[in-house]
């Protein structure tokens, strides 16, 4: 499989989602988890949290139609799985999203940035699953 190197809009990209990490704990008090920021809208306590919620899950969207108004063009995604693999794998997610208590959102880079010894701790046994799984 053949892989782009892309520091450029890796870093701006790293940028992006720290500032937006930022932004929701300044302006709401919350951490950027996005399956939790899913299941919260999916589920909202309230109407004030389901429309937050859905303001950032809308942002999530729109963000690569930003993208084609100032570049002119989608960004190039390819996807090498079948549906019924990626829905598989969507499962395997979920579960690990529970049972690890956050994803990657929020484990690592919002808990660690708060230096949460569960989030460190978390965020290791993503990366070497993903390690020994590629």
């Not at 499962?91 to 690990?96: C, N």
Request: glycine fraction near 16%; hydrophobic fraction near 55%; charge should be positive.
């Amino acid at each position: 499989m053949v892989t782009e190197f892309t520091p450029v809009a890796s870093l701006a990209g790293g940028v992006l989602i720290g500032l937006a990490a930022v932004g929701l704990m300044l302006l709401r008090g919350r951490i950027l988890g996005a399956t939790g920021i899913l299941a919260g809208a999916l589920l909202p306590a309230s109407r004030y949290d389901w429309t937050w919620r859905m303001a950032l899950l809308l942002g999530m969207f729109l963000g690569p139609w930003v993208y084609f108004m100032a570049a002119g063009v989608l960004p190039t995604i390819t996807v090498p799985a079948s549906t019924p693999l990626l829905i598989f794998g969507g499962v395997l997610v979920g579960i690990g999203v529970t049972l690890g208590s956050g994803c990657t959102s929020g484990h690592g880079v919002c808990g660690m940035a708060r230096l949460s010894p569960r989030s460190f701790a978390a965020t290791g046994t993503f990366m070497l699953t993903t390690a020994l799984t590629v």
